[in-house]
């Protein structure tokens, strides 16, 4: 069983950081994307950023230039840096980890973590 533990959410004034981290573990294959989803009251679910396991990175336009996605394969975690925050960017962050493989694709998800940016 596929468990992604997130960890480094938190309330933190408009314009500070924070830095989100994510471990996957029960695998023993390499999760192909490894991101970070988030959902703010009364909206859905959308993409912060995300990482394939070549490198190749997706950000939202909302946080390019502000955030940046990082993974480290061998440890399968994953990390969101976010600076600059804005008020805006308060909302539950999940993170989420794509297999693929013999044309059958899974996803996981982490249980959420709270963002918080306010004065």
């Known amino acids: 069983q596929v468990q992604l533990v997130e960890s480094g959410g938190g309330l933190v004034q408009p314009g500070g950081s924070l830095r989100l981290s994510c471990a996957a573990s029960?695998?023993?294959?390499?999760?192909?994307?490894m991101g970070w989803y988030r959902q703010a009251p009364g909206k859905q679910r959308e993409l912060v950023a995300s990482m394939t396991i070549e490198r190749s990175t997706n950000y939202a336009d909302s946080v390019k230039g502000r955030f940046a996605i990082s993974r480290d394969n061998a440890k399968k975690t994953v990390s969101l840096q976010m600076n600059s925050l804005k008020p805006e960017d308060t909302a539950v962050y999940y993170c989420?980890?794509?297999?693929?493989?013999?044309?059958?694709?899974?996803?996981?998800w982490g249980q959420g973590t709270q963002v918080t940016v306010s004065s």
């Open positions: 989420n980890a794509h297999r693929y493989g013999l044309g059958r694709h899974y996803d996981y």
């Open positions: 029960g695998s023993a294959y390499s999760m192909n994307v």
